[in-house]
């Protein structure tokens, strides 16, 4: 899906862009996951390319792929951590009530890792031409 937008900034390799018209709308979006939101407005990080300037008007293409890559490992590596946890914890503290809340936090914290590492490190959506 190609939408349309507008550079705002332009550093480091990164360009920020949002979304113009019917494009803005977030409840439809398969990027809001990598999105920063300012003022109420949607901004889209991902790489620029060559000659790119802020005001530029851009389209743009999300990659779906890095999503369903997310959704697997948001949801199956907490789960394993889950099991394999609470399997440990069953071994090593019988009869605690300290092993659920010690699988369930270490659950947790999985999933905030893997979130922070595809935040920071992927970018989901990729520019397809400039004008």
């Not at 900034?9 to 809001?32: F, M």
């Not at 948001?74 to 090593?92: E, G, M, Q």
Request: charged share 20%; glycine share 6%; net charge positive.
């Amino acid at each position: 899906m190609t939408e349309k937008g507008v550079v705002i900034s332009v550093e480091n390799g990164t360009a920020l862009i949002e979304p113009a018209g019917k494009d803005a709308d977030c409840s439809s979006c398969p990027s809001r996951m990598f999105c920063s939101a300012k003022s109420g407005k949607r901004i889209i990080r991902m790489k620029t390319i060559a000659g790119l300037k802020k005001g530029d008007e851009v389209e743009f293409e999300n990659d779906s792929s890095v999503l369903i890559k997310f959704a697997v490992f948001a949801f199956f590596i907490p789960t394993v951590v889950l099991i394999a946890s609470l399997f440990a914890a069953s071994r090593l503290l019988p009869d605690s009530f300290l092993s659920p809340l010690i699988s369930g936090m270490l659950c947790f914290a999985s999933f905030l890792i893997i979130k922070i590492v595809f935040k920071s490190k992927v970018y989901a959506a990729q520019i397809v031409s400039n004008r």
